[in-house]
T-cell receptor, first 115, second 116 residues
Framework: AQSVTQLDSQVPVFEEAPVELRCNYSSSVSVYLFWYVQYPNQGLQLLLKYLSGSTLVESINGFEAEFNKSQTSFHLRKPSVHISDTAEYFC?????????????FGAGTRLAVHP | KAGVTQTPRYLIKTRGQQVTLSCSPI?????VSWYQQTPGQGLQFLFEYFSETQRNKGNFPGRFSGRQFSNSRSEMNVSTLELGDSALYLC???????????????FGNGTRLTVT
């Protein structure tokens, strides 16, 4: 079975500071990796995903995540955060075969950006 | 292009009742998945439908059921409601079956169900 652990439930940070949201996963088979963001009273939006190829993936709004197979991690980073980045962030995995849309989510990390 | 639409947005029901939630996927999307989000259990996969067939199922009791229509719209039904069924129910659609790796899940804003 697969599982996802997000090591921090809450991360407070000041505006323009760097941030890292940590994600570790456990799986006996190969998986795809995702980061989703959820703003208050909204659904989830895909931030970025790792399917194959380069282990460093980037989103259009400055986030990046690096797949580390040996450490089974997929940490999310941003060098300089904005107030608008305040949201809950979810790391997720899915099977590479027969279950792409069946996501297993971590518990989420609430990012609070302060001025 | 309109996003994933879920109705109703909010719902209050009493224990023992049943409820039906509706999801209209993005036009052209054939896969619809349902997730339950609660503070205690987080986000959990309920089931996925593709071309009116259930492709994957999560670990929920049989009180939770769903279906998909020929126009890809989907409904989710919960019978004999329990207090623990109070949650945000999210629907997500994607363009194709699971082999299209470039087809991400698009989530709706959810239906918040409160069971009293």
């Amino acid at each position: 079975a697969q599982s996802v652990t997000q090591l921090d439930s809450q991360v407070p940070v000041f505006e323009e500071a760097p941030v890292e949201l940590r994600c570790n996963y456990s799986s006996s088979v190969s998986v795809y990796l995702f980061w989703y963001v959820q703003y208050p009273n909204q659904g989830l939006q895909l931030l970025l995903k790792y399917l194959s190829g380069s282990t460093l993936v980037e989103s259009i709004n400055g986030f990046e995540a690096e797949f580390n197979k040996s450490q089974t991690s997929f940490h999310l980073r941003k060098p300089s955060v904005h107030i608008s980045d305040t949201a809950e962030y979810f790391c997720a995995v899915s099977l590479t075969s027969g279950g792409y849309n069946k996501l297993i989510f971590g518990a989420g990390t609430r990012l609070a950006v302060h001025p | 292009k309109a996003g994933v639409t879920q109705t109703p947005r909010y719902l209050i029901k009493t224990r023992g009742q049943q409820v039906t939630l509706s999801c209209s996927p993005i036009s052209g999307h054939r896969s619809v998945s349902w997730y339950q989000q609660t503070p205690g259990q987080g986000l959990q996969f309920l089931f996925e439908y593709f071309s009116e067939t259930q492709r994957n199922k999560g670990n929920f009791p049989g009180r939770f059921s769903g279906r998909q229509f020929s126009n890809s719209r989907s409904e989710m039904n919960v019978s004999t409601l329990e207090l623990g069924d109070s949650a945000l129910y999210l629907c997500a659609s994607s363009l194709a079956a699971g082999e299209d790796y470039n087809s991400p899940l698009h989530f709706g804003n959810g239906t918040r169900l409160t069971v009293t």
